[in-house]
């Protein structure tokens, strides 16, 4: 299947529970996710070969992690809960708070994605979503949203080197007066 509740790039067209067999433009829709999401993962390993600045391998793991949730065919809902540690751990070397909220961006989705395929599965007794629930899409567009914005991040810091003053750990400036002795 394309995703199984998984709230995805897929799940926003109705691809809970499809098979990968089923036809889009001609081609089976498993080939068409196998392309975009071998295309993106060319762009993060691009980006952590060119790159520059500690950190960068951390932070391609966890964009590998998100854009195999987004755009990866075959999803379960519970495939982006390593990018919540991976992402944190990045954060330690990091210290961008840009990073800290993508972290927690995916830690929220992915308790939100959880959350409703369990209630479903407890309340309904059924192992799928609903294709076009409410919590289904816009927890996917967040998602989805989340793989753009890991993108951006990623390149603003290791490709153009961008850290506008959102360290996380940066200690104040000791004051000194001037003709203090010190």
Not at 63 to 72: R, T
Not at 162 to 174: K, S, T, W, Y
Request: net charge positive; hydrophobic share 55%; with cysteine.
């Amino acid at each position: 299947y394309l995703t199984v509740n998984a709230f995805n790039l897929y799940a926003l067209f109705n691809g809970n529970w499809l098979p990968n067999e089923t036809l889009f433009l001609g081609l089976p829709v498993g080939k068409l996710a196998w392309f975009l999401t071998l295309s993106a993962l060319g762009a993060v390993v691009y980006g952590v070969i060119k790159g520059k600045g500690q950190g960068r391998y951390l932070f391609g793991a966890f964009a590998i992690y998100v854009l195999f949730f987004v755009l990866g065919p075959k999803m379960h809902e519970r495939y982006l809960f390593p990018a919540a540690f991976v992402g944190l751990t990045a954060l330690m070397v990091i210290a961008d708070k840009r990073v800290l909220w993508l972290a927690v961006w995916a830690s929220l989705t992915t308790f939100v994605n959880t959350l409703v395929t369990l209630d479903i599965l407890t309340r309904l007794n059924s192992t799928g979503v609903p294709n076009g629930s409410f919590f289904m899409v816009v927890c996917s567009l967040a998602n989805v949203a989340l793989l753009i914005q890991t993108f951006r991040v990623g390149y603003d810091i290791f490709l153009r080197g961008e850290r506008p003053g959102v360290a996380l750990f940066n200690a104040p400036a000791p004051r000194v007066r001037p003709g203090a002795a010190g």
